[in-house]
């Protein structure tokens, strides 16, 4: 990859963890619409559920999330009240008790929640819903936060994966993005889980963060591996503060550019290799013993809005403000307001204000676009031939990826389109060549690399 490469396909593009993507969804898809997907949910669909926890302590500068702030626990109490109520409406509203693989709790910071809130609400999705006994539930935690205590009420409520915010370890970073989180602490609170049986665990690390340099990421990755987490995601920090006015906190100057996040992202991919990790689709990392290596060789691996997945349930229902959830028929978001998302529940309607319904066309584009995100190849007639098609439907996207081809970020053999191990950071570009809502100008995404 040289500069000029990264200057002409680096613009902004989305992420990809759904086709079309949120920007599209629209309130034609309504409480009624989402009512009939989820009585025609099938009794065999493997399920996952999804939780939004939208509260935190303090805000970190660089947070895309959907969060607020609080300082008292009476909101957070009055939020997991309702989750609760609404666990109870959304079951009942299920024909079919099909099996729940996966649950996800994430926020904002779940573990804000007090462990009696937690259990009681484990215990209504317990009998809400058909939980697998070997469900994998993950939640996203805040070492800040954390205790002993806290640790082992998770370990009994069932948790048995915990995904670490971690960011940047050089106190620089942590002064500049509001987050002053100690390698100790973090070490501490990854001691706290194994010794609490929960051991799958995962580190989310960023760089494009003020002040941060090449050198910087390379410490944190250094530090982050000694603790050895089964999996390492590396995301580019997104600077939006037109969408989130709190990023006006980090100044434009202090942010490296195009180059110098391209160098970080990549410094932190080969140390991550030379320590062992396997680097996954756009930004992921796994040790080889680790499930996500193991669906990835499968050619099993999945994408949705937790990112990179090892969950095949085709069905996700959001619990939560702003929670997304995604049905066979197609997606929906719940009200992002607090107070609108709680007045729903409590008139007793799913409190969905928006999504989209799927065409076969959006199926085959959202499964191309997946299997380039995570396999980085796609056989087009194979995926078209599902949907009663032929390559024949991309033909305007392979002109297209002709210049990609000659600027070597990807090849063609037949139908069979990969992207090369250069090309891996445009990943994304390669994919919105196949997303036909990307001209219609809604939205505004954060850069490809
Ligand atoms: S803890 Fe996470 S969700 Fe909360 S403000 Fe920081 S980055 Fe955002």
Request: net charge negative.
């Amino acid at each position: 990859m040289d500069r000029t490469l990264l200057e002409r396909y680096d613009k902004r593009v989305p992420r990809y963890t759904s086709y079309p993507t949120a920007p599209h969804f629209h309130p034609g898809i309504d409480a009624a619409v989402y009512e009939s997907w989820l009585a025609a949910m099938a009794e065999g669909t493997p399920l996952s559920l999804y939780f939004h926890v939208p509260f935190c302590h303090e805000m970190c500068w660089y947070c895309g999330c959907h969060t607020k702030i609080v300082r008292r626990y009476q909101p957070v109490g009055d939020y997991a009240a309702t989750m609760a109520d609404e666990v109870t409406l959304i079951g009942g509203l299920l024909e079919a008790r099909p099996p729940v693989t996966h649950m996800h709790w994430g926020g904002g910071t779940p573990t804000i929640l007090s462990a009696e809130d937690l259990e009681h609400l484990m215990s209504k999705i317990r009998t809400g819903f058909n939980v697998v006994p070997d469900a994998e539930i993950a939640v996203e935690m805040d070492p800040r936060t954390m205790t002993e205590d806290r640790v082992q009420a998770l370990a009994r409520a069932g948790v048995n994966r915990a995904s670490l915010g971690v960011q940047d370890f050089n106190e620089k970073v942590q002064k500049a993005i509001n987050r002053i989180q100690p390698y100790e602490m973090t070490a501490q609170v990854v001691d706290w889980l194994r010794a609490a049986g929960i051991e799958a665990i995962n580190f989310d690390l960023m760089y494009g963060l003020p002040h941060q340099t090449v050198e910087d990421v390379q410490r944190t990755v250094d530090l982050a591996a000694k603790m050895r987490p089964d999996r390492v995601a590396v995301f580019g920090y997104a600077h939006v503060p037109w969408m989130k006015t709190h990023m006006k906190m980090i100044p434009d100057e202090s942010l490296p550019d195009a180059w110098q996040r391209f160098e970080q992202a990549e410094a932190a991919a080969e140390r991550l290799a030379e320590r062992g990790y396997r680097r996954i689709g756009l930004d992921h990392y796994a040790l080889e013993t680790d499930s996500m290596t193991e669906v990835l060789d499968q050619g099993r691996l999945r994408r949705n809005f937790q990112g990179y997945t090892t969950d095949e349930a085709r069905a996700l229902i959001g619990f939560g403000a702003s929670s997304i959830g995604a049905l066979p028929q197609g997606y929906v978001q719940n009200a992002v307001p607090l107070r609108a998302w709680a007045k729903a529940v409590h008139d007793g309607r799913p409190a969905v204000d928006k999504g989209i319904a799927l065409s076969d066309e959006d199926r085959l584009r959202r499964d191309v676009i997946e299997r380039l995100m995570c396999d980085m190849a796609v056989d087009l007639s194979a995926e078209a031939a599902r949907y009663g098609k032929t390559a024949d439907n991309f033909r305007s996207e392979i002109e297209m990826l002709e210049p990609m081809i000659a600027d070597g970020i990807a090849t063609i053999d037949g139908d069979r389109i990969s992207i090369t191990e250069p090309g891996r950071p445009l990943m994304r570009a390669v994919c919105a060549l196949f997303d036909t809502y990307l001209d219609t100008g809604v939205g505004r995404h954060s850069q490809a690399v």
